[in-house]
C-alpha cells in the first residue's frame, strides 16, 4: 500500500526547504515552491513493524515508520540542491495512492512517468537552520 488516503496525498505541503552550498562551502537556505499549484503532495511510503519484545496483543507493538522519496533534480533548480521529494501532481494523486499498485514495475513506470515539477526557489532567512524556530515568517524573502 503506498498511501493513507484517498483523498489527499499522505504528505501535502505548500513548499520545502534546501540549503544551497556556495563554492566557499557556506549554505543559504531556499524555501522552494509552486507558483501555481497550492499544495505539493510529496511522495512517501510507509510500513507497521512490530516490536518483538512486546506481547502480540499490546496496542503500543505496532511503530508506524514513514518516509519522502527523493529523486535527482533534474531541473534548473539543480544549482540549489541535487536531490529533491519525488511530487506527485494532484491529478496523479489517485494514481499514486491506488491500493492496488503493488507491482515493482508498475511503480517505477508511475514514477519515471510524473512530470518534472516547476519550483520557484525563494532564499529566505538562516532563523531555518534552527528547529527552535517555526512560523509562516520563515518562507518570506530573506533580507
Known amino acids: 500500500m503506498l ?7 499522505d504528505n501535502p505541503a505548500d513548499g520545502y526547504y534546501e540549503w544551497q552550498k556556495t563554492e566557499d562551502g557556506k549554505k543559504i537556505p531556499n524555501y522552494l515552491f ?16 512490530p516490536d518483538p ?6 496496542p503500543e507493538r505496532w511503530l508506524l515508520t514513514c518516509t519522502v522519496l527523493t529523486t535527482v533534480t533534474q531541473d534548473a533548480l539543480g544549482h540549489v540542491h541535487d536531490r529533491s521529494p519525488v511530487i506527485i501532481p494532484q491529478d496523479r494523486f489517485a494514481e499514486w495512492l491506488d491500493p492496488d499498485l503493488t507491482d515493482k514495475a508498475d511503480v517505477q513506470h508511475l514514477l519515471d512517468s510524473l512530470p518534472e515539477p516547476t519550483l520557484t526557489p525563494r532564499t529566505v532567512s538562516t532563523r531555518v537552520n534552527s528547529v527552535r524556530n517555526n512560523g509562516p515568517e520563515l518562507i518570506e524573502p530573506a533580507e
Request: without cysteine; negative net charge; proline residues 10%.
Open 3 to 9: 498511501g493513507l488516503s484517498q483523498e489527499l496525498p
Open 53 to 58: 519484545a512486546l506481547p502480540e496483543d499490546d
Open 34 to 49: 509552486s507558483e501555481k499549484e497550492p499544495l505539493l503532495g510529496f511522495a512517501g511510503l510507509y510500513e507497521f513493524w
